[in-house]
């Protein structure tokens, strides 16, 4: 008797866990706010996709709702870009909330997110960094209704640094570009440095431009190359998130020397190498939706929308009540291709989670590097620990 | 060992009699290799690799029919599967098996087979004999894991990106319930009684045993190992023993196999194999399992009743399943 096998099963609802009786249908938007790209230059290899991040969401909500038919529960998208990168975002954001959205994804740097958090104080909205690699944001700025799923960048540094350390490459030659942006990395590699007993050797500003956008028939410039003359460094670290000029270093030092931080040898979420963990099913499922490899703000949005996704399926309910307070619960983990179940720390709403370093062409580590231990996870050897945080909720 | 090689059938089943603690037959192994694009082939006597057959991109999942004539590998790049003669060795058909076959499991008739789709969130169900697809079932995100109660009306498919084992009925290819699981979900073994089926999470870390009755949880196993980090134990494949003793679960990078007491659902012992344990599968007489070991290209026997490794034998680039022929 099958017909009636299904209808049991329809009544009995999902999940045999659940002590709850028959499920009434659970619908859940979640918005993504968004900067517009601006024109790519006339030729430019690897340029940034107007669909970067979004695209990422846009798969996490497949995903939710290929989990979400079997529990009746289903999830939609709203998409809001803003009209001009540095468009205020708040009036998208109150629109949203106005719709009766309760989660937002923003792919946009520290200022917007913070002016967005401010202005849904109050409401039980809550908002999902996925762009913003700021340790402020997880610091002296932090806010109670921010999570971030992005690394911050001491995360970032200081998987780099554990990597030099289990090779040995103990001297660091920094070098930070003119951004706040740089300047916030350049940080956080001196204080990763200081962390894993590392030195920094040699530490200078880079003053010569953007010269990795130069073209092949562009003079060399000869003032570039010398001013890593005469230094003494096992690596130099590259400070520039714009990616202006960090990959013109690699190959130009006077010295032989690798290169890492922002390029080359490059701490982050995501490459188009990474397949263990299943990375290959996600890689594979992406391309099919986007048309092209995804990006590591990608995978942060997809991240994003899958705790959504993955906290309303577990608590089959979708109110921040009951879902905000489940982030931070023990119970709370979401495997995304790492190997191991990311969670959010409760001091500062910072997602836990491996991070890879990775050449263009090649997967070479992923921190936390073995023998790095810690008392709670190991994976939180990487970045501000309960001790030292500065974000105090209210 | 001792015994005269070829002295033909009956002074090989004379001497097998007499020392009845040893493999009584001659099995034959065949661990799929991911990377190598390949199938090693392991006499199980002389736990030595006895030879290597080309076959489709990326061979994960493996059976074998009843008869073990017939050698079914999941060629996942090449969106079908590949099925090999066992007396030749040469891929003599290929099946229709919808997009990224990872694993399957063939009914106990011999016929049909159910595939798990990871790439495509499906279950394809094929007629083996006439090369046709009965049915696709959607399921979660990413099925792999794929269990058959031993009345085969039940099959169950774990999808591990939505994190349940879904119940499907094999008369109407309706899935008829889920059971939400820790994170990862990765095989699906019901024990031979049929009444409970064990599921591994390989990031939660865990394995769900379910009542397959009240569709229902009703313990969850968890492990610890001294000097092993908790992130490293990912338990994946599990095997029970038919006597429903003792049941065996591989825990990926923790390189170790737990021993389980199957009744009281206590880890017994752990088990050193090689690196990245995924798959495990029993000798037909049930007195030794294989593992396959993907970061050290090697498969581990494992003494059923001692409980003790007893070889690791190097077979290709990153082993992934293994099915045991009867002869």
Known sequence: MPGGLAVIAGLAGGPALAQQEAQAPLATTIGIIFRPQEAPASYDAEAVPEDEGVAGARMGIADDNTTGRFMKQSFALEEKPLATPDADPVAAAKELVGKGIRYLVLTLPADQVLKVADALKGTDAVVFNAGAPDDRLRG??????????????????DALAQYLTVMRWRKLFLIAGPTEADKGYADAVRNSARKFNLKVTADKPWTFGPLAKARGDTPTRAEAMVFTRGLDYDMAVVADEEGDWGDYVPYR??????????????????????????????????????????????????????????????????????????LTDPA??????????????????????????VQPKSMVSVA???????????????????????CKFP | MGRTVGAGWGALALTTWLASSL??????????????????????????????????????????????????????DDDRIDVLDTSSGKVVRSLRSGPDPEQFILAASGNPLYVANE???????????????????????????????????????????????????????????????????????????????????????????????????IKKITFKIPSVNDEAIQPVGIRITKDGSKAFVALGPANRVAVIDAKSYEVQKYLPVGQRVWQLAFTPDQKQIFTTNGTSNDVSVIDVEAEKV??????????????????
């Open chain 1, 332 to 357: 709370f983990g979401l495997p995304a291709y790492k190997g191991v179940q990311l969670s959010f720390r409760p001091w500062d709403h910072q997602m836990r989670q491996p991070i890879i370093v």
């Open chain 2, 119 to 217: 790439d495509d969130s499906q279950v394809t169900i094929i007629d083996i004999e006439k090369n046709k697809v009965l049915a696709e079932v959607p399921v979660g995100v990413e099925p792999e894991g794929m269990g058959l109660s031993p009345d085969g009306t039940i099959l169950v498919n774990t999808s591990e990106t939505t994190n349940m084992a879904h119940f499907i009925d094999t008369k109407t290819f309706q899935v008829i319930d889920n059971v939400l699981v820790d994170a990862r979900p990765r095989f699906a073994e019901f024990t031979a009684d049929g009444k409970y089926l064990w599921v591994s999470a390989e990031v939660g870390g865990t394995v769900s045993i379910i009542d397959v009755a009240a569709r229902r949880v």
């Open chain 1, 140 to 157: 002296a700025d932090c806010r109670a209704n921010v999570f971030h799923v992005l690394p911050s960048r001491a995360m970032l540094t």
């Open chain 2, 310 to 327: 007893v070889k690791s034998i190097p077979v290709g680039l990153l082993p992934w399943g293994v099915a045991i022929s009867p002869n």
């Open chain 2, 23 to 76: 493999p009584a037959f001659a099995f034959t192994a065949y661990v799929t290799n991911e990377k190598g694009n390949s199938v090693s082939v392991i006499d199980t006597t002389t736990m030595a690799v006895t030879a290597t057959w080309k076959v489709g991109r990326r061979p994960r999942g493996v059976t074998l029919t009843k008869d073990g004539k017939e050698l079914f590998v999941c060629a996942s």
């Open chain 1, 253 to 326: 030092t006077v010295d032989p020397r690798p290169v890492g931080g922002t390029q080359a040898l490059t701490p982050t979420t995501w490459s188009p190498v990474l397949e263990t963990w299943g990375a290959a099913q996600a890689q594979n499922r992406f391309k099919r939706m986007a048309g092209r490899l995804m990006r590591p703000l990608d995978y942060q949005a997809w991240v994003a929308v899958r705790t959504v996704g993955d906290a309303v399926t577990a608590k089959k309910a979708n109110d921040p009540g009951t879902i905000t307070p489940f």
């Open chain 1, 368 to 390: 936390p590097e073995q023998g790095f231990l810690h008392q709670r996870t190991p994976l939180d050897t990487l970045g501000v620990d309960l001790p030292e945080t500065t």
